[in-house]
């Protein structure tokens, strides 16, 4: 049993974390939910029990072997090697770490085996690359993917409780807080992090970088389009995949269907294909619309949906954590 911290743990993802623990069962000795000092003394439910908030510094002193972030970048930079200096192992939600040559940017079912003894920070990767990955992992190692073409269509739970209220309020007609610099009812916006000089956006380079790095190559061309969209269960992937071996949908299809954690939900002719109020708080991620593209050879379209809040973050990350567990890298408690 052991003690593991949850930062961020009033917060969207934060909540799901702890949401999807219960569900996955670990091995909880001791759930040590953590928020700003603002928010210290606020409950929140775990097990069935309401549980006080703390402080990041009381964490740290409370030492646990795990420590789950959700609580941004600028968090996840100030206090992650302190939790690993204590010989917690530090699984981070955001993009702080992702870069760094030295931490695994992992997806359990595609590269689990990058997370060693030694890795006492793990990184979590963008919800996005995350289904996108999901999908292309097993494809790639059979048919070598050459270049990939995708337009998202996120959710705006993938801004947090900002993102989901500002949608709410417009609906209601009601004034409050903007994550976005448009209107997100009955609009889209194709607008994702900051624009770069490239004139692409901070969230489309994490497309191209995360994917290269977690399918282990460079040569992977991406070229990424973020939208974000007005719903909350999920978000989508339209992608166009060119292979540098021949290849077809159906034996695509034939692969997917054996994949843990993706579920082939492809028969439009009934009109059964992905779709976010599907997805919604589920942990697989579902591909549809599968066809071959018949402007080039070797190439494929796919429509790829997933909840951005369970394996877009909360989920994946509770399943490196089992990783961690179920291959006793742990210390005991003290």
């Not at 700003?36 to 929140?44: F, H, N, P």
């Not at 909350?232 to 299809?253: D, I, K, Y």
Request: proline share 5%; charged share 20%.
């Amino acid at each position: 049993m052991y003690n593991i911290a949850v930062i961020g743990a009033t917060g969207l993802v934060g909540r799901k974390v702890l949401q999807v623990i219960e569900e996955q069962e670990l091995e909880v000795a001791s759930l040590i939910p953590v928020a700003s000092e603002r928010s210290k003394g606020q409950k929140v439910m775990f097990r069935g029990e309401d549980m006080e908030v703390v402080t990041i510094e009381e964490a740290i002193r409370s030492r646990p072997q795990l420590a789950i972030f959700s609580a941004g970048g600028a968090v996840s930079r100030a206090y992650a090697r302190k939790f690993a200096a204590i010989g917690c192992y530090v699984i981070d939600n955001s993009s702080a770490w992702r870069r760094e040559a030295t931490v695994p940017l992992v997806i359990p079912e595609v590269n689990a085996s990058a997370i060693t003894k030694g890795s006492y920070i793990i990184a979590n990767p963008n919800c996005s690359t995350i289904q996108l990955v999901m999908v292309l992992a097993p494809l790639h190692q059979r048919f070598g993917i050459q270049r990939i073409v995708i337009a998202t269509y996120q959710s705006v739970t993938g801004s947090g409780l900002k993102g989901k209220n500002q949608l709410l309020d417009e609906r209601k007609g009601k004034t409050g807080e903007k994550a976005y610099p448009h209107p997100i009812d009955m609009n889209i916006i194709p607008h994702g992090g900051e624009f770069l000089p490239s004139g692409y956006t901070t969230e489309e380079e994490k497309l191209v970088f995360e994917t290269q790095k977690i399918l282990n190559d460079g040569t992977i061309a991406v070229a990424p389009t973020v939208v974000r969209v007005p719903v909350t269960g999920g978000h989508s992937e339209a992608v166009n995949v060119q292979f540098r071996e021949s290849v077809n949908a159906v034996q695509v299809r034939e692969i997917l269907m054996k994949q843990p954690g993706i579920i082939v939900m492809d028969d439009p002719g009934n009109a059964e294909y992905p779709m976010p109020v599907i997805a919604e708080d589920k942990d697989e991620v579902f591909v549809g619309r599968l066809r071959d593209d018949t402007s080039q050879p070797n190439t494929l379209d796919m429509w790829i949906v997933s909840d951005n809040l369970r394996k877009g973050a909360a989920t994946n990350a509770v399943q490196i954590a089992k990783y961690i567990i179920e291959n006793n890298f742990l210390r005991k408690n003290d």
